[in-house]
């Protein structure tokens, strides 16, 4: 509750256009949004743009939010960023061309010394469906409860809780098989 | 801010299907966050965090200067306002000014001619429009050929003095 108190402060803030404010923003939630871009695109320089993205519409979209889940507000831009990046057709052509090294250079890696520090979880992941991965990771990073995240994505309940738990359960058995 | 805390997965899966179908599906989900929690993505540099707030701090900067000038122009609309009424109040309203009816006003004439011509072709037309009226009228002591004759001839009469001017 105090949390929630707080937050709305600093957004009371940030619509005042106190940087400050701006700025407790970004250390309460880059590290979250970060690991849903990052577990979503594979790469780190193409989730530091896509997280500074995010933050700049944060700052010009702040007056339109007008109360509600903040996460849920938050995560909704975050996704939009996130599909703009996928239509670019450029920047998808690098995504390609960069997983295809990164793969490449992981597999060597793995051949060589089969390291476990090696991200186990980002290979495997890019085995579920595009869709899937996304909402598995909107789950765990944004934190949403079921039925905000089913608003969010404009679909039953239902189908939400039964995609997130065919995603989960294929990733379980890829994890551990 | 979100109600995730609020809400019981266990009960929410019973809705759509039996208790143990529901229990054995929550495990599923539990574990695969388990897996997700077990391995972290990276975190963002600090360098890259400090650039994003130098970023914002940039950004709100001309906001609050757009802001400022939104006001400014308002202010300067509403003032040209009350100075364009001051003005029209004054000249409505100043007793020591000349009523606008009262005032000579001078028209230059944007005909060529002088006011005997217009005289001239004054008299002409209003022969002309009897003639017509004697006409329409069918009047028997006219010969209608021999008006007509006539009216043309009148007709390029005068459009020969208004060329010659």
Redesign the interface.
């Given at each position: 509750m105090a949390e929630?108190v707080d937050?709305?402060q600093i957004i009371v803030g940030c619509r005042k256009?106190?940087?400050q404010c701006?700025?407790q923003l970004?250390?309460m939630y880059?590290?979250r949004c970060?690991?849903y871009f990052?577990?979503l695109t594979g790469n780190?320089d193409i989730?530091?743009e896509l997280?500074?993205e995010l933050?700049?519409k944060l700052?010009?979209k702040i007056a339109t939010y007008n109360g509600?889940?903040?996460?849920?507000w938050l995560f909704k831009i975050a996704t939009n960023i996130f599909h703009d990046f996928l239509r670019s057709k450029q920047r998808r052509k690098k995504l390609l061309e960069v997983r295809k090294g990164q793969l490449e250079a992981e597999f060597t890696e793995y051949k060589k010394s089969g390291d476990e520090q090696i991200?186990?979880?980002?290979i495997q992941l890019k085995r579920l469906d595009t869709d899937t991965r996304e909402l598995?990771m909107l789950?765990?990073y944004?934190?949403?409860?079921?039925?905000?995240m089913a608003k969010m994505r404009s679909e039953p309940?239902?189908t939400t809780?039964a995609k997130?738990?065919r995603?989960?359960?294929k990733?379980?058995e890829i994890?551990e098989g | 801010?979100?109600?995730?805390n609020?809400?019981n997965?266990k009960e929410?899966?019973e809705q759509?299907m039996g208790s143990e179908q529901a229990r054995m599906?929550l495990e599923?989900?539990e574990?695969?966050?388990q897996?997700?929690r077990e391995?972290?993505?990276?975190?963002?540099?600090d360098m890259?965090?400090a650039?994003?707030?130098a970023?914002?701090?940039l950004?709100?900067l001309p906001?609050?200067a757009t802001?400022f000038k939104w006001i400014s122009y308002r202010v300067a609309a509403v003032a040209a306002a009350a100075i364009v009424l001051a003005a029209v109040w004054t000249s409505l309203f100043n007793e020591h000014t000349i009523p606008r009816s009262q005032q000579p006003v001078e028209y230059a004439s944007v005909f060529p001619w002088d006011h005997h011509d217009s005289a001239v072709f004054n008299t002409r037309l209003e022969q002309i429009e009897n003639d017509l009226q004697a006409l329409e009228m069918g009047d028997e002591d006219v010969d209608n050929d021999s008006a007509i004759t006539e009216l043309e001839i009148k007709v390029t009469e005068i459009a020969g003095d208004f060329w010659k001017g």
């Open positions: 929630s937050l709305a256009g106190d940087s701006f700025s970004v250390d880059a590290s970060y690991g990052y577990r780190s989730s530091d997280l500074s933050f700049v700052v010009e509600g889940s903040f996460e849920s991200d186990k979880l980002q598995i789950r765990f944004s934190q949403l409860s079921f039925k905000e309940i239902g809780l997130l738990h995603g989960l359960k990733l379980r994890m | 801010m979100n109600d995730r609020q809400e997965l929410l899966l759509f599906r599923d989900i574990r695969g966050e897996i997700l391995h972290p993505a990276p975190e963002p540099d890259l965090l650039n994003i707030k970023q914002i701090a950004h709100v906001h609050r802001a």
